[in-house]
Nanobody, 127 residues
Framework: EAQLVESGGDLVQAGGSLRLSCAAS????????ICWFRQAPGKEREGVSC????????NYADSVKGRFTISSDNAKNTVYLQMNTLKPEDSGVYYC????????????????????WGQGTQVTVSS
């Protein structure tokens, strides 16, 4: 079965760094975009960053540009999110998701364009 497993979430002080990992299995990793979403308590789920494996393109939400970096290790079927200069507003559950349609039709943050989701990993940034 298709599976995405997030790891790396932790409690960190403002200004600190974390690296999240999303390990994929059960589908053809190189044909998908792998993207990160986050959700704070009582808030809507929001897109953070995407890596499209078909063309190595990246996308970032304006709120994280210059601070977060997404990368892909195709040999390990794993996407990473390096998170630097963390702010309290970065706190939330971070999910990775895989989209088959994005490499074909282009970037989308609609949940309907994602085929597989991980269970999430908690990131808490303290003041």
């Amino acid at each position: 079965e298709a599976q995405l497993v997030e790891s790396g979430g932790d409690l960190v002080q403002a200004g600190g760094s974390l690296r999240l990992s999303c390990a994929a299995s059960g589908f053809t990793f190189d044909d998908y975009a792998i993207c990160w979403f986050r959700q704070a308590p009582g808030k809507e789920r929001e897109g953070v960053s995407c890596f499209t494996n078909t063309d190595n393109s990246t996308n970032y939400a304006d709120s994280v540009k210059g601070r977060f970096t997404i990368s892909s290790d195709n040999a390990k079927n794993t996407v990473y999110l390096q998170m630097n200069t963390l702010k309290p507003e970065d706190s939330g559950v971070y999910y990775c998701a895989a989209s088959f349609s994005i490499p074909i039709w282009g970037m989308s943050w609609s949940v309907y364009d994602y085929d597989y989701w991980g269970q999430g990993t908690q990131v808490t940034v303290s003041s």
